[in-house]
Structures are given as C-alpha cells and as structure tokens.
C-alpha cells in the first residue's frame, strides 16, 4: 500500500479520508492496526463509521486468521540491522530484528545510547552489509541524542558523516505527553521518511519523573502501556525495526543476587519482544545478556565502546561483570 492509499477502503470518500490524513492516519496499515475508538476520537468521525472503515482496512490488510505456515512465509520479510558488533548480532538470532521490539535495559553509562546511535548509522546501509536500507527516527527524552558522537562513528566507520546525519530524523521530547504525541505521529512520519528504524531512548523516563507515588502508578502503567503497543503495532504493520531503551530501580529490601530490576514493571515486560540487560565488564568491556525472548535462548556478548560506536571486544567469552 502507498501513503495515498486510503480511498481503497470500503466506506473511504475523499472527505473521509482528509479527515484521517489530519489525524495522522495516512495508510491502510496505520488505520487498520489502530483502535476504531482511537480512530474516532482522532478524526472526528462517529464510532460507528471508525468500526466499519477498520474493519474493512482490516480485511483489505488481510489482518485474519492464517496458517501457520502463511505466517512463516511473511516472517521472511522480517529484516535485521546489525548493531556493530558481531557476536552481539550473533545473540540477537543476527541483529535487530523489524516486526518487534528490542528493549536495551540497564543503569547510566552501560552503553544504551551508544547501541542505539551506532544503529541509527549502521540502519542506512544496504542490505547487504547489514543495514535496512531506510532512515531513522530518534526520539530522544534525556537529552542524550549527540549528532556529533553520529558523525564521529560514521567516519570512523568510512561514511559519509554529513550524509548519515541527513537519514536520522531526530525529535526531542519534554514531557511523557509531548512523547506521546511525538509516537502518534510515527504512523504518518515514518512512511513519509522511508524509516526503518525507530528509536525511543529512553521510554520510561518522563513516566518516572511525572507520576509520583502509587496513587499515580496504575494511570502511568496503563498510558506506558497503550503508547508500547502502539510502537509495536508501528513495527508491525511497516516492518520496521523499534528500538527502546529503559533503567533499572534498585530493591532495598533485597540482600541476596542483584537488587536492580528493569522499570516498567509486567507492562513493560509483556509489551517488548526481546529484552536485552547490559551491565559492566571488566577492563572496560560491556556485557549484553538476552533475558527474555520468544525463541532467542539466553545468552551473553561481550562488547566494547569505541570511536566506532560499540563493536567486539578481545577474547572468546564474555568477562564477569563487576560487581
């Protein structure tokens, strides 16, 4: 399907489809994998033409019940971007994989960031070396987004700094609700950017920062929840790659194993698709260790930062983390 694809739809006349273009709904995919009430609450249309438009994107999507066997052929389509380092790309089954999301967990200064800019540079390669071909959206909430550390790896790397700086579109968010609107926009930016790789670094933050107290938890879980699964149905429905980064909280009360536990709590563990935990190594080394996935088996990747982003550290194993 094109952008200008929405008069397809059954139900779908020009005026109807200005209306959701204005709400951002600018393909068949965005409309058929958003909610019909989200829908009618964005485009101004009555609940009962949002139900029947969704459904028929829906059946114009083929978005039913398939066999198993359909399902593998179109999970052929699924891409991976390397990440740099190849024995981290070894334990994510080949890099990042598009159709899902990738959550890189750990404290400050483990190496979120430099993953997820050494990804904004290697997504804009062909194919054949790794890449996805496409651009990148960078929404960052810690003011931690450096176009200068992008330039330094890309030339590091023998790119075109200026050119790699040119696919990252990049957006700064201020509160949790300007992150929120800056992720409905995905739905109409990224098919307009050709991105294929979208990065939230960090997802958690402002939700931290703003809901205060367990009078506010279940509001703050509940709205984490609803924007993590709009970024899944965004990768979903595009095949693109989705890439979020989240902190840990340390357990006073705990004595024994590691205190430190990722934020977000079940919401956040049931929404992701693969959960990467990073933690330091010795002699400045990292270490990723996957903790959850639906097929990825746990294991662990050594890996160091470097003028090139991150890329393999020396040695056959992983070093023990310190403690």
């Excluded at 380092?85 to 899902?100: C, F, K, M």
């Excluded at 991105?195 to 984490?224: C, N, W």
């Excluded at 009360?253 to 929404?271: D, I, K, L, R, S």
């Amino acid at each position: 399907m094109a952008i200008d694809d929405l008069e397809r739809v059954k139900g779908v006349g020009s005026a109807t489809a200005s209306k959701l273009r204005a709400a951002g709904l600018t393909t068949v995919e965005a409309l058929a994998v958003t909610p019909a009430r989200e829908v009618a609450e964005r485009s101004g249309l009555s609940e009962e033409i949002a139900f029947r438009i969704c459904d028929e994107a829906r059946r114009l999507m083929r978005f039913g019940f398939i066999k198993a066997a359909d399902l593998w052929e179109k999970r052929k389509s699924m891409l991976r971007c390397t990440t740099g380092s190849r024995r981290l790309d070894e334990i994510l089954g080949g890099g990042v994989e598009t159709q899902a999301i990738t959550e890189l967990i750990g404290d400050y200064g483990v190496g979120k960031t430099q993953i997820c800019m050494t990804l904004s540079v290697m997504a804009q390669l062909p194919r054949e070396k790794g890449g996805l071909e496409g651009n990148v959206v960078y929404i960052d909430t810690e003011g931690t987004f450096s176009p200068e550390r992008i330039y330094q790896i890309a030339v590091s790397r023998g790119l075109d700094g200026e050119s790699i700086l040119g696919g990252i579109i990049m957006a700064r968010a201020y509160t949790s609700d300007h992150q929120c609107l800056l992720i409905d926009h995905l739905f109409k930016k990224c098919p307009e950017e050709n991105a294929r790789l979208v990065v939230v670094d960090s997802m958690i933050s402002h939700f931290r920062g703003e809901y205060i107290g367990r009078d506010e938890l279940s509001q703050r879980q509940q709205k984490l929840n609803q924007y993590l699964h709009k970024l899944l149905r965004l990768s979903e429905a595009y095949n693109l790659a989705v890439v979020i980064t989240n902190q840990v909280q340390a357990n006073p009360a705990q004595f024994f194993g590691n205190p430190e536990q990722p934020t977000g709590g079940h919401v956040m563990a049931h929404a992701c698709t693969h959960r990467v935990r990073l933690r330091r190594g010795k002699g400045g080394t990292r270490v990723a260790t996957i903790i959850d996935s639906p097929y990825l088996p746990e294991s662990k990747a050594a890996f160091r930062i470097t003028e090139r982003g991150i890329e393999d550290s020396e040695g056959e194993a992983p070093e023990d983390e310190e403690e």
